[in-house]
């Protein structure tokens, strides 16, 4: 069972606490843009959580979800996540190869399509509550691409400047956005900022 703790800040501005959540469960129906539509979400557990509360210290709230293309994939995954958490499925890594063929299978059934999106809110600089939604969607299966052109870019960013110092560390805040969406370039890739 994949359980791990969400760090929620929105309690007291000076103490953070911790939610205690389980992976794939928090099912909920988020709508991205076309062509992407309304996809699934569950919890999952990333790095993120605690590397950006470290980062941003005024942060109150991270969460992370993460969703499969296809609905009954994802229903599925969520359904054996609940198993797993009640006990009826002991040992689920057992069924690891049968599941990555059964969703291999299915996949015929997609459309190529990934999304993704960070909402952030907060008090703006003159005091108001605002929300902005910015968001990504790759078509023609170019989603694969995604995790890695950060690291790309990174490199890129190593090897043409002398700007970051040499060490080991968490790269949280070594790259701008602009930096990483240049790395986009020539990929099935549209992004957007909205109010929300």
């Excluded at 990333?46 to 009954?72: C, I, M, N």
């Excluded at 190869?97 to 299915?106: E, Q, Y």
């Excluded at 990174?154 to 949280?172: E, F, H, N, Y």
């Amino acid at each position: 069972m994949s359980l791990f703790t969400v760090p929620d800040h929105s309690k007291a501005r000076t103490t953070a606490s911790r939610s205690q959540v389980v992976g794939w469960q928090g099912l909920r129906r988020v709508r991205f843009g076309t062509p992407a539509g309304k996809r699934w979400l569950g919890y999952c557990d990333v790095p993120d959580l605690e590397l950006f509360q470290l980062q941003y210290k005024d942060l109150h709230t991270v969460r992370f979800s993460a969703g499969l293309g296809l609905s009954v994939t994802h229903l599925g995954t969520w359904f054996l996540s609940g198993l797993t958490r009640v006990g009826v499925l002991k040992r689920p890594e057992k069924y690891a190869s049968l599941l990555g063929r059964l969703a291999k299978l299915l996949e015929r059934f997609g459309n190529g399509t990934s999304a993704m999106y960070v909402r952030m809110s907060g008090v703006s600089e003159i005091g108001e509550n605002t929300a902005r939604r910015w968001q990504l969607i790759a078509q023609d299966n170019d989603g694969i691409h995604i995790p890695c052109l950060a690291a790309v870019a990174l490199c890129r960013k190593l090897v043409d400047s002398d700007v970051i110092d040499p060490g080991a560390r968490a790269c949280v805040g070594l790259l701008s956005l602009d930096e990483y969406l240049v790395e986009l370039e020539g990929l099935s890739i549209q992004i957007s900022l909205e109010r929300d």
